[in-house]
């Protein structure tokens, strides 16, 4: 068997909407392929898992070992009860749906999940947790993201005692792009890190699953795959361990 066949298998959310490629201007299901450089680099193979209806998240997540919910637009403050602040992206339902519908299943089977930017709000949210829906109305200050693709540095300093510390020791430099974070925690999260003005930069489930999600973009700074290789190792024990598919 070759090291490839080996590698566990790691799922990755995709984006589904309009996209350009030479004279094609099409809807179309993409992701940045630094996250899947990332998951490639940790150890893992890649699957693509655009959005699609709910009802097939059992059926997909029964060929992987590992998840990621990626990130992308805005959550649905209908979610989680609020009315949409005027700086909230349009919904994107059929994705919110896919991965709600995703992460219950894969908690349900104790499957590895890694949340970015917002996957980490999915799974507050999906967990009755809340979110900040503007964070420059809460800090005054749009430095977590300054618009036109530009990703701006945040430090996060780590809990002790954490899944994340244990993986990426006591702070992290990541390049962030967001207006959104974590308010209310969601049931059964503990907070892993967070940043000098207290915004909340990573949240987990404590306990032998893995489940992290940070709100920075550790696709960004590849020279550093802590996390990816935390995921793909957690997923390959998964595997060898046979858990329900």
């Known amino acids: 068997m070759s090291a490839s066949e080996t590698r566990p298998v790691i799922g990755l959310t995709t984006y589904r ?4 490629s030479g004279v094609w201007d099409v809807q179309a299901a993409f992701l940045p392929a630094v996250y899947l450089d990332g998951v490639t680099l940790g150890g893992g193979a890649v699957t693509l898992l655009p959005p699609q209806p709910a009802d097939n998240a059992a059926r997909v997540l029964d060929g992987l070992d590992g998840l990621v919910i990626t990130g992308g637009a ?14 909230t992206d349009t919904p994107a339902g ?15 089977r104790r499957m590895p999940v890694l949340g970015i930017c917002r996957g980490a709000q999915v799974l507050n949210v999906a ?37 994340l510390a244990g993986l990426v020791g006591a702070g992290v430099r990541g390049k962030c792009y967001h207006h959104q974070a974590i308010d209310r925690l969601g049931e059964g999260l503990t907070v892993s890190a967070t940043d000098a003005e207290g915004v909340i930069e990573a949240v987990e489930i404590p306990g032998e699953h893995f489940v992290v999600a940070v709100q920075w973009h ?25 858990v329900d598919r």
Do not use: C, I, M
């Open 17 to 20: 909407q309009r996209a350009q």
């Open 74 to 87: 805005d959550v649905d403050p209908g979610a989680y009860g609020d009315d949409p602040h005027p700086h």
């Open 94 to 108: 059929d994705r919110d749906a896919w991965e709600f519908a995703l992460l219950a299943r894969a908690l349900e």
């Open 127 to 163: 967990l009755g947790g809340t979110l900040h829906q503007h964070l420059p109305d809460l800090l005054g200050h749009h430095r977590h993201r300054l618009g036109e693709a530009r990703f701006s540095t945040t430090e996060a300093r780590t809990v002790p005692g954490t899944r």
């Open 218 to 242: 550790p696709e960004e700074t590849l020279d550093d795959v802590r996390l990816f290789t935390g995921l793909v190792r957690a997923a390959a024990s998964h595997a060898a361990a046979g």
